[in-house]
DNA sequence: GTCTATATCTGGATAGAC
DNA sequence: GTCTATCCAGATATAGAC
């Protein structure tokens, strides 16, 4: 009408982002996707031939703005501890403000993997080499680098596809869930500021035998 | 035949179990059960109701073998350091001998909510008691209790419901995963040990031989 | 208990008028 | 571009003979 109302494609994609999210890929309904945008289930199959296509559409929209952003994090630094540091924080910020994503990428992990293979992401690469350069150099206490990436993915992505779950186990409230969402950069980060400073040399302490 | 076979409900409830770990509860087709069972489609319906009695049926199953194996190691310890290492090994050797739990998990915290409210898990509330407890007597460093679980949770059962994932991101092969698998208790104990022993008060060694 | 055949239902996709 | 009506495949579930 007059309102500024956000045009049909754009409406679809938003109502079949919440779609998905609430409920998967498998379990997303079309004509609940029609439904949120208050549209006729036909459209979405004008505007987007599939379902399929529909949710490669999405996925291919987000993964293209989230992965360049994290990765931009990734540029050379001096010092491994504080890069990643600097990584988790907006690793964690992304996925705030996208708490779908984990569980998209578990469902293109499953169901969709090709979707994978087209969006670069050798990142997690990066990433390993650079901490092996920085074992190397004695910057970091020596470590197993993809042990050490499957930690970090771990720690920032359980809540976000777990919520549930944990809301249930530790019997928590949305908002106490929320609260511990927020505050879970600075938990990781303590975790890896732990586990990388390498232990002073010249110290009376036995190195872990 | 005169083979000792397992009669036709476990074979069932095993082909069942296989299927709904590879394809997920939605995927998982009663055809393809009855395939891997070799019998008819008929006879799922005939010893279970429905896909979904099926389903949870099995996880009743599990879970009540999993949870109260895993509630057993938390049997109370002087120290609340190796304690913990006890449970990390428990847990993770449940889960490598039990690798779809993690993914009937999530499916169960989506899909089939009441059927986790039937199987009492109140072991990560006890953990968490637990924890609070050592802080307190200065056992352990001060800490965010539910953080720590949510870490601990995170890191465990990171590799098993994100194989694909990882395997992608790291480009490893199937043989280098296992590996990864096999070894992540000792990495994840280690992140244990560091996180909670105490600094040092003033004194030459810290309390762990 | 086990099968074959079939009913039923759901949900993605298409045809065709407007 | 948008709708109504319909098709059709795939999947669960049941009927009924043996």
Chains 1, 2 share one sequence.
Do not use: W
Request: proline share 6%; with cysteine; charged share 25%.
């Amino acid at each position: 009408m007059s309102e500024i109302e956000p045009d049909t494609k754009s409406r679809i994609l938003a109502a079949a982002e919440a779609e998905f999210l609430a409920n998967g890929y498998d379990r997303a309904r079309m004509q609940a996707i029609a439904d949120r945008a208050q549209i006729n289930k036909a459209m979405l199959h004008y505007h987007f031939r599939s379902k399929d296509e529909l949710f490669a559409q999405i996925f291919r929209n987000k993964a293209g703005v989230f992965f360049p952003k994290v990765e931009a994090s990734l540029r050379e630094q001096p010092d491994f501890i504080p890069f990643t540091c600097v990584f988790i924080d907006t690793y964690m910020a992304h996925l705030m403000a996208n708490p779908f994503l984990p569980s998209y990428l578990l469902q293109v992990s499953v169901n969709h993997l090709e979707l994978l293979e087209q969006v670069a992401i050798d990142f997690p690469r990066k990433f390993v080499r650079a901490f092996e350069a920085a074992c190397q150099s004695g910057q970091v206490r020596p470590h197993d680098a993809r042990q050490f990436v499957v930690s970090i993915i771990g720690m920032c992505v359980m809540p976000f596809i777990g919520r549930n779950l944990i809301k249930g186990f530790l019997a928590l409230e949305d908002s106490q869930f929320d609260e511990l969402i927020s505050s879970r950069a600075e938990e990781i980060k303590r975790y890896v500021v732990l586990l990388l400073t390498p232990e002073p040399k010249e110290s009376k302490e036995p190195s872990r035998a």
